[in-house]
């Protein structure tokens, strides 16, 4: 079964700061990987997603994520924090490239300092 | 261009009711996926539909059943409510392959 990990609850960086968030999954296959960011009260919203390829990915809002097979890991990176970016992040493992059965983390909280 | 519509935004029923969730996808969005959210938690898939299909489900019980009708929106019909049920409930649409979802705001369910 697939499953997904995100070791950090919360998190608290400074605006202007970089920014890693973690995530471990666990799949039998190749993975279709995705970072989505929740607003308070909002539905998900897409930052980026790994099928295959460059496992360097980029994505809006000035995020990347970086896919590692043998760390099982697809860390979410940012190298210059905004207040607006102060939401909940959650990391997802797909089943298959349209992803319909995503397992998602539970999320982490990223709170900004000013 | 609307993206997902849900309908509606909140809602509170009592235990053993019934409720019907309704979800509009994106324009030229065919398949439709359905999640429920607890507080705190990560959304957790119930199942899909496409071409007026369930072709994915997972693992909730036949409670909760869904529907999607000719012009791709659908609906989610959750029976015999119970406590736990409460949760905000999350639609997401696709083009197909090779595409994440957009999704909607959600339902927020209370069951009392």
């Known amino acids: 079964a697939q499953s997904v990990t995100q070791p950090d609850i919360h998190i608290t960086v400074s605006e202007g700061a970089s920014l890693e968030l973690r995530c471990n999954y666990s799949?039998?296959?190749?993975?279709?990987l995705f970072w989505y960011v929740q607003s308070p009260g909002q539905g998900l919203q897409l930052l980026l997603k790994y099928f295959s390829g460059d496992t360097l990915v980029q994505g809006i809002k000035g995020f990347e994520a970086e896919f590692k097979r043998s760390q099982s890991s697809f860390n979410l990176r940012k190298p210059s924090v905004h207040w607006s970016d102060a939401a909940e992040y959650f990391c997802?493992?797909?089943?298959?490239?349209?992803?319909?059965?995503?397992?998602f983390g539970d999320g982490t909280t990223l709170t900004v300092k000013p | 261009d609307a993206g997902v519509t849900q309908s509606p935004t909140h809602l509170i029923k009592t235990r053993g009711q019934q409720v019907t969730l309704r979800c509009s996808p994106k324009s030229g969005h065919d398949t439709v996926s359905w999640y429920q959210q607890a507080l705190g938690q990560g959304p957790q898939f119930i199942f899909q539909y496409y071409e007026e299909e369930e072709r994915q489900r997972g693992n909730f019980p036949d409670r909760f059943s869904g529907h999607q009708f000719p012009n791709y929106s659908s609906e989610l019909n959750v029976n015999a409510l119970l406590l736990g049920d409460s949760a905000l409930y999350l639609c997401?649409?696709?083009?197909?392959?090779?595409?994440?979802?957009?999704f909607g705001s959600g339902t927020r369910l209370t069951v009392v």
């Open positions: 799949y039998g296959a190749t993975p279709y």
């Open positions: 997401a649409s696709t083009p197909g392959a090779n595409y994440g979802y957009t």
């Open positions: 997802a493992v797909g089943a298959g490239t349209n992803a319909g059965k995503s397992t």
